[in-house]
């Protein structure tokens, strides 16, 4: 462990040294900082007085089941290639299926790495419907937009997409409203906020009186961005502090907003463990809906039902730890994953099995 982690920790503890009343509860909402908290074993230098929890940070995590479910009677029409990211590969649907296990048994599943790539095998395939599961926050979501456009304005007629794109402060929202959680600071998520620019979680301090930092990804950089809260909430202030400026600028990136506001349009979602949030989801805006791949295919679908004894829900807005699911680490692991949380790097439950000697210990 760095000098430098340990002396970033010190400073954190005396600035907490004095806190008498009850521990602090801060969450971090961000799949990258999840990773980065327990690769470094950094729970295990913060102090009694302080707890740090993750929330809804995984793309992947956070899409229902009903998604799920969706995607694979697409994958089971004969003229349907459906493509997606790796990690929807092996989340789990209401039978307990995945895509990874549709493709075994013969349907057309395929791994991509950009949606780009999607457009590129419509053109190769024209006697297929390419179907791309479009799955992410606003940091990947405008790259979707483009490959739209660029299908667009190439009168494309075999590519779709399925959408389960979302947006982070609205579920902020949601957690700084929580009396289940009574969470004293945010530590909002880097790479979005790259998009969106430090000022999108304003209203979320001022309406809820909640401290929010944005930090880097180094253990050292989100024990800065703790520190931050720790001093708002010690001065009894709420705002928003970037503690990443070389990547956060205000206003983010408007090239990146412009092609969200171009092709989606808000809409409710269903986020799991958090239910319905009001305008937290994308959906295509009626200029795109012949690329909509829920609007092109009429298929039949069962009633969402998530996986008996799995905690991942309540994993997810912070409410129990990963080692806190019964199934944790037994019946569900990174192998044979039961729960969404333990399918993607990014997941609580993933992470903290992968580095359980840091980050449980």
């Given at each position: ?7 970033e ?8 040294g004095a ?9 971090e ?23 740090l929890?993750s929330?809804?940070?995984?793309p992947?995590?956070?899409?229902p ?11 089971a ?13 092996r ?8 895509l990874?296990?549709?493709r ?19 053109h190769?395939?024209?006697q ?19 490959t ?12 779709s997409a ?16 929580s009396a ?29 009186g909640i ?22 909430v ?5 705002r ?6 070389a ?9 990146a ?22 305008r ?7 200029a ?14 069962p009633?969402p039902?998530e996986p ?6 309540e ?5 129990v730890?990963?080692d ?20 993607s ?17």
């Amino acid at each position: 462990m760095s000098s430098a982690l340990l002396a970033e920790a010190r400073a954190l503890c005396s600035r907490l040294g004095a806190w008498r009343d009850r521990p602090l509860t801060f969450m971090e909402v961000c799949g990258t900082h999840t990773m980065a908290v327990a690769k470094s074993g950094l729970r295990t230098l913060l102090p009694e007085t302080l707890r740090l929890v993750s929330g809804p940070g995984c793309p992947v995590c956070v899409t229902p089941v009903g998604y799920v479910d969706h995607a694979l009677a697409l994958a089971a029409l004969s003229d349907v290639v459906v493509v997606t990211f790796g990690d929807m590969m092996r989340v789990p649907g209401s039978a307990g299926s995945s895509l990874l296990r549709a493709r075994a048994a013969g349907a057309d599943v395929r791994v991509v790495y950009s949606p780009r790539e999607a457009l590129t095998l419509a053109h190769a395939q024209k006697q297929k419907q390419i179907v791309f599961l479009s799955v992410g926050f606003e940091t990947t979501t405008p790259g979707v937009a483009a490959t739209l456009l660029e299908a667009r304005r190439e009168g494309v007629g075999n590519l779709s997409a399925l959408t389960a794109n979302k947006t982070i402060p609205e579920a902020l929202s949601t957690l700084a409203a929580s009396a289940e959680l009574r969470l004293d600071g945010l530590l909002c998520p880097g790479h979005v906020s790259v998009v969106l620019g430090p000022e999108v979680y304003q209203p979320i301090a001022a309406r809820f009186g909640i401290p929010c930092a944005i930090a880097g990804f180094e253990a050292v950089e989100i024990l800065r961005g703790l520190a931050a809260l720790v001093d708002q909430v010690a001065g009894g202030v709420a705002r928003v502090d970037n503690c990443y400026p070389a990547a956060v600028r205000p206003g983010g990136n408007p090239k990146a907003r412009q092609l969200l506001d171009e092709v989606f349009e808000p809409c409710d979602a269903d986020w799991r463990g958090l239910g319905v949030i009001p305008r937290s989801g994308l959906r295509l805006r009626e200029a795109f809906a012949h690329l909509d791949a829920a609007r092109r295919f009429e298929v039949e679908l069962p009633e969402p039902v998530e996986p008996r004894g799995c905690r991942c829900g309540e994993v997810l807005r912070g409410a129990v730890a990963p080692d806190e699911c019964p199934l944790f680490a037994g019946a569900c692991t990174p192998e044979q994953p039961i729960g969404a949380c333990m399918v993607s790097s990014e997941g609580s439950c993933a992470a903290a099995f992968a580095h359980a000697s840091e980050d449980l210990a």
